[in-house]
C-alpha cells in the first residue's frame, strides 16, 4: 500500500509538473550554459543559467502571476536579484541582473539611500509588487559572482525553499545530445585490491555510438570491498557548454547499485559536493569524478538508490558485469560496459603506521608550541592521517609557514587555525593570518587575536603565515578631476584596489552626502550614476575607502556640472 502511494504522489508531481504553464524568464530560445545540479566550486548548482546572446540589458519576465516578496542587491553572490512567489507553492528567482524594472528599482534605491547602503535586502509586503505573468521585472546583466553576461533562474518550493529543477516544468530547451563520459575510477577499500595492488586506477574510454568501453589490454582483477566513480558531461544544442548531467546509474550484474538524480536539491547539503567528488584528484587533475559511493560523512538526499553505500564485496571467482547510465533530463542516454574479474582471495599489503589520525565524526585538536588547529566535530567527511610541518620566514612573511595536513583534503566547517608569533607592538593590529597559494601569492583568513596566538576562521587545509598589511588602499577616478566639467557625463567612476588585505569598506559622497556606488570587484569599479535632476553648479566628490586592516584612503575631486 505504501509504495502504490509512493507511486501515485509521483505520478501527481509530474503531472503537475507537465501541466505547469510558465512563461518563458526570456523572450528567446532559450540556450544553457548551465544545468541544475551542475558541480561548481563547493557546491551544486541550484538553477539553470540562460545565455542572453552575450549581452546584458534583456528583458527578464516573471514567468507566473505572483508577488515580489524578496528583492537582494550583494556585490557578491547572486549580484542584483528578485524572488517572486506564486500561488502554485513556488518561488522563482532571477538573478545577476542589471537593474529591475523602474517601479522596483526606485523602491530599491529609496532603502538604499535611507540605509546609506548599497548591499541591501528587502521583503516587500505581498501588496507592494502584484506581478502578472509575463510582465518585464528586470533586466538581464552580470552582476556579483556571474562570469559573463547571462540569466541564472531558480526555481524554488516556497515552503521549503528547496530548489527545483527548473527542466521540469516545460520550458522549451532543445536537447537530443548524448552526454559525454571521460572516464571511470575504481577503488579498493582497506584489503581489498584492484589489478592486485591497494590503489585506486583511472581508465579512459573509446567510444562507440552512445556505448563506451574501457581501454584495458588485460582484464581488471579486483578482490574485497570496491567502489566506482565516473567523470561526464552534458552539452545541449546550440551551445559549446560543458553541463552537469541528471541522472547516474552504476549496475552490477543487471543490479542497481547506485542511483544519483539532479531533481531537488537542499541549500544544507550543497557543500556536500566535496564528498560528492572524488576532491583529492580534482586537485590533482582539475577533473571532477562523480563518486558512486559514500564517504563517511556524507548526507546529501540526492541519491536515490546506495545499496551499502555503493560498495561492492567481491569475493568469488566469477566475471561480473559493470554498467554505468548517464542520462541527461530530455533522457539522452550513454553507457559504459566492462567487466572485471573476482578474486576470491587478495594479495597481502604491509601496513604501515600511520601515526595519529583526525576522526570524522569527532572534534580534534592539534597543538604545538607555535600552532594550533580546532576542528568541530563532522568537519571532516572521512578519517585522515594528521600531517604538520614548518617553513622558514621569507621576506614577505612575519612567521614561519605552517603546513597543516594537505589542500588535497576537503573541509565542510571552518576550523580555527592559530599561530603564534612575536609580532612588533606598532603593528598587531596591522597583521593577519594569510593562506599561501601555489603562486606564492597571499589570501587573507583572519586577524583574532587570542592571548599571544593570532587565529582566524578558515574551511581549507595547506600552507599558512602571518603577513602584515600596512598599505593604504588605491583610489583613481576614472571620468572625473579636479576642475573638471562633467554635464556631458551619465556617470561618475572610480577604480578602487587594494593589494593587501583586501576593501572592506567604501563610502562616496558628493557635497558631503551619501551617494550609491555601485561596486565591481571585477573591474575594480565604483559607478555612480547622475540622476536627471541633478543640480548645475560645482560639487565636491569624496570616496572614502578602508581594507581590512584599516588603512584608509581618501579621494577628493572638485568637478563642475
Same mark, same amino acid.
Given at each position: ?13 509530474? =503531472? ?13 530560445? *532559450? ?8 558541480? $561548481? ?83 516587500? =509586503?505581498?501588496?507592494?509588487? +502584484?506581478?502578472? $505573468?509575463?510582465?518585464?521585472?528586470? *533586466? ?12 541564472? /533562474? ?12 527548473? *527542466?521540469?516544468?516545460?520550458?522549451? #530547451? ?26 585506486? #586506477? ?30 561526464? !558531461? ?10 552537469? #548531467? ?13 542511483? /544519483? ?18 576532491y583529492s584528484e580534482y586537485t590533482e587533475s582539475k577533473t571532477k ?6 564517504? +563517511? ?100 612573511? *612575519? ?7 594537505? =589542500? ?43 592571548? =599571544?596566538?593570532?587565529?582566524?576562521? #578558515? ?49 562616496? &559622497? ?7 556606488? &555601485? ?8 559607478? !555612480? ?18 581594507? $581590512? ?7 577628493t575631486d572638485n568637478f563642475t556640472y
Amino acid at each position: 500500500m505504501k509504495q502504490l502511494f509512493l507511486l501515485s504522489f509521483s505520478l501527481i508531481s509530474l =503531472s503537475i509538473f507537465s501541466q505547469t504553464n510558465y512563461h518563458s524568464p526570456l523572450n528567446f530560445e *532559450l540556450l544553457l550554459s548551465g544545468t541544475f545540479g551542475e558541480l $561548481r566550486g563547493s557546491h551544486f548548482h541550484t538553477g539553470i543559467d540562460i545565455k542572453t546572446e552575450g549581452v546584458e540589458g534583456q528583458k527578464v519576465f516573471s514567468i507566473a502571476d505572483g508577488y515580489v516578496s524578496r528583492i537582494k542587491v550583494s556585490t557578491w553572490g547572486y549580484g542584483k536579484a528578485i524572488y517572486i512567489t506564486h500561488p502554485d507553492g513556488n518561488t522563482s528567482v532571477y538573478a545577476h541582473l542589471k537593474e529591475f524594472n523602474k517601479e522596483i528599482e526606485k523602491y530599491v534605491n529609496e532603502q538604499q539611500y535611507k540605509k546609506e547602503n548599497f548591499e541591501i535586502q528587502l521583503f516587500p =509586503s505581498k501588496e507592494k509588487f +502584484p506581478i502578472k $505573468r509575463g510582465e518585464v521585472i528586470a *533586466l538581464s546583466g552580470n552582476t556579483g559572482g556571474s562570469g559573463g553576461a547571462h540569466l541564472h /533562474f531558480e526555481i524554488r518550493n516556497t515552503k521549503s525553499e528547496h530548489p527545483i529543477n527548473p *527542466l521540469q516544468f516545460n520550458f522549451d #530547451v532543445t536537447d537530443n545530445i548524448q552526454p559525454t563520459i571521460v572516464g571511470i575510477k575504481i577503488y579498493p577499500h582497506q584489503n581489498s585490491s584492484v589489478n592486485n595492488k591497494n590503489e585506486s #586506477v583511472k581508465y579512459s574510454l573509446t567510444k562507440k555510438g552512445n556505448n563506451y568501453s574501457v581501454n584495458s589490454k588485460q582484464i581488471i582483477k579486483v578482490n574485497g570491498d570496491i567502489s566506482f566513480s565516473i567523470s561526464t !558531461y552534458d552539452k545541449l544544442n546550440g551551445a559549446y557548454n560543458k553541463n552537469g #548531467v541528471y541522472s547516474i546509474k552504476l549496475f552490477i550484474d543487471n543490479n542497481l547499485i547506485h542511483h /544519483f538524480l539532479a531533481d531537488e536539491l537542499s541549500f544544507s547539503e550543497k557543500r556536500f559536493l566535496n564528498a560528492h567528488i572524488d576532491y583529492s584528484e580534482y586537485t590533482e587533475s582539475k577533473t571532477k569524478y562523480n563518486r558512486c559511493f559514500n564517504l +563517511p560523512y556524507n548526507k546529501l538526499s540526492n541519491y536515490k538508490t546506495n545499496v551499502n553505500d555503493g560498495i561492492f564485496n567481491f569475493i568469488d571467482s566469477l566475471t561480473h558485469k559493470i554498467r554505468f547510465e548517464v542520462e541527461d533530463f530530455e533522457g539522452n542516454k550513454s553507457e559504459v560496459n566492462f567487466e572485471v574479474q573476482s578474486q576470491s582471495t587478495s594479495p597481502e599489503f604491509e601496513t604501515e603506521d600511520s601515526g595519529d589520525r583526525f576522526l570524522y565524526n569527532q572534534a580534534n585538536v592539534y597543538k604545538n608550541l607555535k600552532f594550533e588547529a580546532h576542528l568541530e566535530k563532522y568537519s571532516l567527511y572521512e578519517d585522515c592521517n594528521v600531517h604538520y610541518s614548518v617553513g622558514i620566514k621569507t621576506d614577505n612573511t *612575519l612567521s614561519e609557514i605552517h603546513n597543516f595536513m594537505s =589542500s588535497s583534503i576537503p573541509i565542510h566547517k571552518n576550523y580555527v587555525l592559530s599561530i603564534k608569533e612575536k609580532i612588533a607592538k606598532n603593528i598587531t593590529d596591522k597583521v593577519y593570518i594569510a593562506k599561501v597559494n601555489d603562486n606564492g601569492t597571499f589570501t587573507y583568513k583572519g586577524n583574532s587575536w587570542r592571548g =599571544s596566538f593570532l587565529s582566524a576562521k #578558515v574551511r581549507e587545509f595547506g600552507n599558512f603565515t602571518i603577513i602584515s598589511d600596512t598599505v593604504n588602499p588605491i583610489i583613481l577616478g576614472i571620468n572625473v578631476k579636479d576642475g573638471k566639467n562633467i554635464s556631458s557625463q551619465t556617470t561618475i567612476k572610480c577604480t578602487i584596489e587594494d593589494k593587501g588585505s583586501g576593501i572592506s569598506f567604501y563610502r562616496g &559622497e558628493i557635497n558631503g552626502k551619501w551617494i550609491l556606488m &555601485e561596486y565591481n570587484y571585477k573591474k575594480n569599479l565604483l559607478t !555612480y550614476k547622475i540622476p536627471s535632476d541633478f543640480e548645475k553648479g560645482k560639487h565636491t566628490l569624496t570616496v572614502v575607502v578602508k581594507d $581590512r586592516m584599516g588603512n584608509k584612503t581618501e579621494y577628493t575631486d572638485n568637478f563642475t556640472y
